[in-house]
């Protein structure tokens, strides 16, 4: 702390570049006697430049008391700035608790609303300096190139190939007889959905005499399913992308996904990369992930379609790729940061609330979580905060959902159908109606992604085994999809 107060006591240019100099040497001192590397420093460099909240720059408690600043409860407890000409929220985040900002929406003008709603900013822009030699460098050296992405970003420095290609040996597809009954099951349940889509018939339709024009479906030849890996190990992405692949007749799938600091690939991964009949499998992530399936290398086949969720990196790696008129690949679209909406009214579980707010914002800092209160007392409103709370804490991803909660609202609405016209404005990624006859709801929804009715079909549900797809993006029609469950004892 010594170099750090003389640092900041320094005012000549030469003192500071003297004092700085000090500073950095005993941080690097400190980081080689813990086994942290510039590139782990340079990682975490890469993650602060994107978050999405900061602290105001004032002191932490201890450091203020030394110089005598006195810090308000009002400081220490507001985490979250209210936006600028909006109606100022009931409730802010509070002696640590997890609580999301609540506005009453009928108080509120429409511009108001929108401050109130906008999504967390994407820096896309700002990354693009990063990612752009990162899929050069693939671009030109191939495997090479991944190999020391691999170490540089996954730590697996002792990988010997960036690919596992078909048929894959049963020593990587060890699992216990649970997790595979749940993939199977997960499996015939995507595969009977997508098999329904299925247009069998072409479309014919005689737009005058004489003239017939036809509509009919092909698959693409060769698609690249990236699955992310970097916080959890995410099975149901791949079924999501591997499953619909497989039923349209895609002729070659390929699979990216990071390796494991031992340059394994998760077992999970390569069980469903074995039943959807992927023929590799990419040990990378991130934005070299995309340029190795977008060219192609030593060891990986070029695909002709891009489709997948990622991170900030991945999504600028896709659109970089996607705008190269040499790569000559197509993705899915931009995916943006996770969100879900949840409409509650008298007759909801809180716990159940809880559950499906929390299901989103444990994703990432950056995903967004709303509810919309349908004529809620404020014991009931409680209620639901408590179990958000209680909850959270329980997770091990609560530093996450801290991130995610400080751009989270809660919108007290008087109707029903006040509630939906304010979801359809924000349009949900995923909307969850916990209220009275909400089958009947359902039909003043125009804008969402997809739709979770009734107090028994969490969210969670759609993520991994109901059938419908999670990676909504792979779909191309304007559809809105739905699930219904019922308790059956």
Request: aromatic share 4%.
């Amino acid at each position: 702390m010594e170099e750090a107060e003389e640092l900041c006591d320094a005012t000549t240019r030469e003192n500071i570049a003297f004092e700085a100099a000090d500073l950095i040497y005993f941080a690097l001192t400190k980081c080689i006697s813990a086994g942290v590397t510039l590139a782990d420093v340079e990682r975490s460099l890469d993650a602060k430049s994107l978050k999405v909240k900061r602290r105001q720059g004032d002191a932490k408690g201890k450091w203020a008391e030394k110089e005598g600043i006195t810090t308000s409860s009002k400081a220490e407890n507001e985490s979250v700035k209210v936006v600028p000409g909006a109606v100022k929220p009931v409730t802010e985040q509070k002696d640590g608790r997890i609580q999301m900002k609540r506005f009453d929406a009928s108080a509120a003008t429409p511009a108001q609303l929108d401050e109130i709603l906008k999504r967390p900013a994407q820096k896309t822009n700002d990354i693009m300096g990063i990612v752009t030699p990162i899929v050069n460098d693939v671009r030109t050296r191939g495997d090479a190139a991944l190999l020391d992405l691999a170490a540089k970003f996954d730590k697996a420095t002792g990988l010997k190939s960036p690919v596992l290609k078909a048929p894959y040996a049963p020593e990587l597809m060890q699992l216990d007889a649970a997790t595979i009954e749940a993939i199977d099951v997960s499996f015939e349940n995507i595969r009977k959905f997508h098999e329904g889509q299925k247009e069998d018939q072409p479309l014919i339709v005689e737009t005058m005499p004489g003239v017939r024009c036809s509509r009919f479906v092909r698959a693409i030849e060769r698609v690249g399913c990236y699955i992310p890996g970097g916080t959890a190990v995410l099975p149901s992405t791949a079924l999501m992308l591997g499953v619909p692949a497989l039923v349209a007749g895609c002729k070659k799938i390929v699979f990216a996904s990071p390796p494991r600091p031992d340059g394994s690939c998760t077992p999970e991964i390569v069980y469903v990369a074995h039943k959807v009949g992927a023929e590799a499998i990419v040990l990378a992530g991130g934005a070299q992930a995309v340029a190795a399936l977008a060219y192609g290398t030593e060891s990986i086949p070029k695909v002709d379609k891009i489709l997948g969720p990622g991170n900030q990196f991945v999504t600028a790696g896709k659109m970089l790729v996607s705008n190269d008129t040499s790569a000559g690949i197509s993705i899915d679209m931009p995916a943006g940061p996770s969100e879900v909406l949840v409409v509650a009214d008298s007759e909801a579980n809180p716990a159940f609330v809880a559950s499906d707010l929390l299901s989103q914002a444990e994703h990432g800092v950056d995903s967004q979580v709303i509810l919309i209160a349908v004529d809620l007392t404020e014991e009931q409103l409680k209620a639901i905060e408590n179990e958000v709370h209680n909850q959270a804490m329980k997770l091990p991803r609560v530093d996450i959902v801290r991130g995610a909660i400080t751009h989270s609202v809660t919108l007290q609405s008087k109707t029903i159908e006040e509630a939906i016209r304010l979801s359809n404005v924000y349009a949900p990624e995923h909307l969850i109606l916990q209220v009275r006859n909400a089958s009947k709801v359902v039909d003043l929804v125009e804008h969402a992604g997809s739709i979770f009715v009734g107090p028994w079909t969490p969210e969670s549900v759609g993520d991994y085994s109901a059938g419908v797809n999670h990676s909504l993006r792979m779909f191309v029609y304007c559809l809105l999809f739905t699930v219904e469950m019922s308790l059956t004892l």
